[in-house]
């Protein structure tokens, strides 16, 4: 019933890293038991894309919409510091090679506090040397011009 993004924002829950439910390779294992016809492709290709590191649905269809571009892997969910703060940074999603980092901005971002701490976090990634791109749920119901932002980066 699922379309294949959706199937892996519900992969990515149940094999997350900091409560997992169950791991990848038993939900590969149990591939073959469903049927062609019911579904069985697009659970195949929603499990060749699945990952413990992503933190919400969006998080999860964004990283779908990357891949499906054909857009180098990014990195998901990790941490660095800040070597003149100390601070440790996290990042949605980041490609080392190319110092560019896209953040989802869900509506949580919206909060006054959180709305200033990712401001200053931002701030501090640019000063880094980072290229920081602002993501919401429109680039992922239109992902064009994202898309095309970030292809521009990361073959520059």
Avoid: C
Wanted: proline share 6%.
């Amino acid at each position: 019933m699922l379309d294949v993004p959706d199937l892996v924002a519900v992969g990515d829950y149940l094999i997350h890293r900091r409560l997992p439910l169950t791991d990848a390779g038993l939900l590969r294992r149990l591939l073959p038991a469903v049927p062609y016809r019911h579904g069985g492709a697009k659970l195949a290709r929603a499990l060749a894309l699945i990952s413990d590191a992503a933190e919400s649905r969006p998080e999860s269809l964004l990283r779908v919409l990357l891949a499906e571009a054909g857009l180098p892997a990014a990195e998901i969910n990790h941490s660095m510091v800040d070597a003149t703060t100390g601070r440790e940074l996290r990042t949605d999603f980041r490609w080392s090679r190319h110092r560019v980092i896209v953040e989802y901005q869900g509506d949580y971002h919206r909060e006054p506090r959180q709305w200033r701490a990712d401001m200053r976090r931002r701030s501090q990634l640019e000063a880094m040397g980072w290229t920081v791109i602002e993501a919401n749920w429109d680039d992922i119901l239109d992902p064009g011009p994202l898309l095309g932002r970030l292809r521009r980066l990361l073959e520059s």
